[in-house]
């Protein structure tokens, strides 16, 4: 075999790449069980219990707990312990005002970026959530979150993508306990399917506006679950731009 020919064989030989931490997996283990309501919001969460139903030791157990600390579905108190995180109207409106920025600002990116991959990706995934949508709240939560993280990846920004990532398990956590209706999901869906006919006819703006008055609607529904009363669409948009209501 010449020189050349061994160059050739070593480039198509694919790279071993590097086995994900335990800690990595007990951290998806465990934030799926929070977002699923397995584990429920202010439940206090007990290492030793936790290591035991993973199968693995408490220190992957603790680096996890740290991990989703940084994520804040979990709450570590000094003395007390490891709980999982709660939410009241002010967090949420703060929680979903940001998601809003990230995800209409990603979409923005996106379309500038690669606008015909973004929207291909989109109506995607749409298509895909069609046929689940008759299978009822719980099983549309996966492509639902599915639609919505596609924005943030073809925006091809990892800043966007990080700082997203910080939110979304609590978006999801919330969307799991207040979505309970086929109005909702349907809602959604034809929120979903609204982005995407907006790119294709070329109205970017229409499109961004349509996923934040999805991400509004979100918040109002959100807020209800927790029996409050949301912000009106006003007093939202100048919440997030920071403004204060000008008095008279």
Same mark, same amino acid.
């Given at each position: 075999?010449?020189?050349?020919?061994?160059?050739?064989?070593?480039?198509?030989?694919?790279?071993?790449?590097?086995?994900?931490?335990?800690?990595?997996?007990?951290?998806?283990?465990? *934030?799926?069980?929070?977002?699923?309501?397995?584990?429920?919001?202010? @439940?206090?969460?007990?290492?030793?219990?936790?290591?035991? @139903?993973?199968?693995?030791? *408490?220190?992957?157990? *603790?680096?996890?707990?740290?991990?989703?600390?940084?994520?804040?579905?979990?709450?570590?108190?000094?003395?007390?312990?490891?709980?999982?995180?709660?939410?009241?109207? $002010?967090?949420?409106?703060?929680?979903? $005002?940001?998601?809003?920025?990230?995800?209409?600002?990603?979409? *923005?990116?996106?379309?500038?970026?690669?606008?015909?991959?973004?929207?291909?990706?989109?109506?995607?995934?749409?298509?895909?959530?069609?046929?689940?949508?008759?299978?009822?709240?719980?099983?549309?939560?996966?492509?639902?979150?599915?639609?919505?993280?596609?924005?943030?990846?073809?925006?091809?920004?990892?800043?966007?993508?990080?700082?997203?990532?910080?939110?979304?398990?609590?978006?999801?956590?919330?969307?799991?306990?207040?979505?309970?209706?086929?109005? @909702?999901?349907?809602?959604?869906?034809?929120?979903?399917?609204?982005?995407?006919?907006?790119?294709?006819?070329?109205?970017?703006?229409?499109?961004?506006?349509?996923?934040?008055?999805?991400?509004?609607?979100?918040?109002?529904?959100?807020?209800?679950?927790?029996?409050?009363?949301?912000?009106?669409?006003?007093?939202?948009?100048?919440?997030?731009?920071?403004?204060?209501?000008?008095?008279?």
């Amino acid at each position: 075999m010449t020189a050349g020919e061994t160059s050739r064989s070593a480039s198509v030989i694919d790279r071993i790449g590097r086995p994900r931490s335990l800690a990595a997996i007990a951290a998806e283990q465990i *934030r799926e069980l929070i977002i699923s309501d397995r584990l429920h919001l202010g @439940q206090q969460l007990s290492e030793a219990s936790l290591a035991e @139903q993973l199968g693995i030791s *408490r220190t992957p157990v *603790r680096d996890a707990l740290l991990r989703l600390q940084a994520e804040r579905l979990v709450e570590i108190q000094p003395q007390h312990g490891s709980f999982v995180f709660r939410y009241d109207a $002010g967090q949420l409106r703060s929680i979903l $005002g940001l998601r809003e920025v990230l995800e209409v600002g990603a979409l *923005r990116v996106a379309l500038k970026t690669n606008r015909a991959r973004t929207l291909e990706t989109l109506a995607a995934e749409v298509t895909a959530a069609a046929p689940i949508l008759a299978l009822g709240p719980e099983a549309f939560q996966a492509p639902d979150n599915a639609f919505h993280g596609a924005i943030l990846e073809a925006s091809q920004n990892p800043e966007l993508i990080d700082a997203y990532g910080r939110i979304v398990g609590r978006v999801r956590a919330i969307r799991f306990r207040v979505t309970r209706t086929m109005t @909702q999901i349907a809602k959604s869906q034809a929120d979903h399917q609204a982005v995407v006919d907006a790119i294709r006819a070329g109205e970017d703006g229409d499109a961004e506006d349509v996923l934040a008055r999805h991400v509004y609607n979100s918040y109002v529904v959100f807020t209800e679950g927790l029996g409050g009363v949301a912000d009106d669409p006003k007093s939202w948009r100048l919440h997030l731009s920071g403004s204060s209501p000008a008095t008279t």
